[in-house]
């Protein structure tokens, strides 16, 4: 199968998309990539990438990687990130014809994270081509960036709706990231395209971690105190407020640390509140690799999701749920809905309601009151239901099923 992958972003930008391309390749298919220039999440292009000019590589060695320039997202304010998305669709729409001329393709597939916009220039390549469309959303919109506080006059979410249910009604299949997905996103689009398509992750086991990447005093520290790790984003949606509010309540705990590793909007504000509240059980250590996570979630005792209040945010599956369920360790849970359900599921771990610092110290004191066995057995069943229900090898495969039998039903 012949497959255009239309993505915002790429690697070296850190995505799950990433290792699906890898695995399309694996099992024989033909992936192109277009995508811009890499900036996330520091909000500068990458070294070794200009901001102009289109640019062409390999990725994975016979995957063909084509950027098209765009504005990097600077620090994130409104306007610099609405200059963003539409430099992309405007780039897109421009030159993607052209790069693309008489290259025939099967499907077209989204990797529809924020913004939603991205699909725009799919859509032309769709018509252009003849191929299908597929997007896989990952977040709702105009939901998402109403939670967020991204954009909150009522008549600007209502002409976002507008857009949303023209991309929806220009694309062939909607694949979701989280049944809960299916109900938001029947109201603006027919049901029979919606197919549940669920985020998966890489198990790359010890085979790409990498020691070396991480400090030797963050690696002491993991080994010598009970760790419990946040990785990811550090964006408003994250809701660290949760995790500086539980970091008080267990001061009293000497061995304990939180030890957040990643980076984003928020890590100036998690900065003064370590530095104002003398919060020394609360680590910063910055963001690594893909690669470096391994050794790190191993030597965690319990690793930590934590999400806004929010009904849109009840919907999601954060990706990081699957990286952790395939690490085999605790996972601490500070979400509702769907999220909360498949750490319950799994038997992964424990849970309590989004944004709330007392319930989440109490977990994490239960946490640090278990002994070893326990602890491990949790690790276990998380590690367990990972196989069965997100593991990436099965689901590339079930994606191509999901294409051909769409694309049979879409011809009839």
């Not at 602890?375 to 294409?403: C, K, N, W």
Request: overall charge positive.
């Amino acid at each position: 199968m012949k497959i255009l992958l239309v993505s915002q972003y790429f690697f070296p930008e850190a995505f799950i998309v990433n290792d699906l391309v890898r695995r399309l390749n694996d099992l024989g298919h033909q992936v192109t990539v277009l995508t811009g220039k890499p900036n996330y999440p520091q909000g500068k292009i990458y070294d070794g990438y200009r901001l102009g000019g289109i640019q062409r590589e390999r990725y994975a060695e016979a995957v063909e990687v084509i950027r098209v320039p765009l504005l990097p997202r600077g620090k994130g304010g409104g306007l610099r990130l609405a200059a963003n998305y539409l430099s992309f669709v405007l780039s897109g729409l421009v030159l993607a014809p052209r790069l693309l001329r008489g290259r025939p393709f099967d499907a077209i597939l989204v990797f529809a994270i924020s913004p939603i916009t991205q699909v725009i220039p799919a859509m032309l390549l769709k018509w252009l081509k003849g191929a299908h469309l597929a997007v896989w959303i990952q977040d709702l919109w105009p939901e998402s960036v109403s939670a967020t506080g991204f954009i909150r006059d009522p008549w600007l979410l209502k002409m976002i709706g507008w857009l949303v249910k023209g991309i929806y009604a220009g694309s062939d299949t909607l694949l979701v990231q989280s049944r809960a997905f299916t109900e938001p996103v029947a109201r603006y689009a027919r049901r029979d395209k919606i197919v549940y398509y669920p985020n998966s992750f890489e198990d790359k086991n010890e085979t790409a971690a990498d020691e070396t990447l991480v400090p030797e005093c963050l690696l002491e520290t993991l080994e010598n105190d009970f760790c419990l790790v946040f990785a990811g984003n550090l964006g408003t949606a994250q809701s660290l407020g949760t995790l500086v509010g539980a970091a008080e309540r267990l001061r009293h705990l000497p061995d304990l640390k939180l030890v957040v590793v990643g980076s984003g909007s928020m890590q100036p504000w998690l900065e003064q509140q370590k530095s104002g509240k003398a919060l020394d059980n609360l680590l910063l250590a910055g963001r690594f690799p893909p690669e470096a996570m391994g050794p790190i979630f191993r030597r965690a005792k319990g690793l930590l999701v934590t999400l806004k209040r929010d009904q849109i945010f009840s919907c999601v599956i954060p990706s990081k749920i699957q990286a952790y369920l395939a690490a085999g360790r605790p996972i601490l849970a500070a979400l509702d809905g769907e999220g909360a359900k498949v750490v319950e599921e799994a038997r992964a771990g424990l849970t309590c309601p989004a944004e709330d610092a007392e319930a989440l110290a109490e977990c994490i004191r239960k946490l640090h009151a278990m002994d070893d066995a326990e602890r491990d057995a949790l690790g276990r069943s998380g590690r367990a239901y990972f196989l069965e229900q997100f593991e990436m090898a099965a689901q590339t495969q079930r994606l191509v099923e999901i294409f051909n039998q769409r694309i049979k039903e879409t011809r009839r």
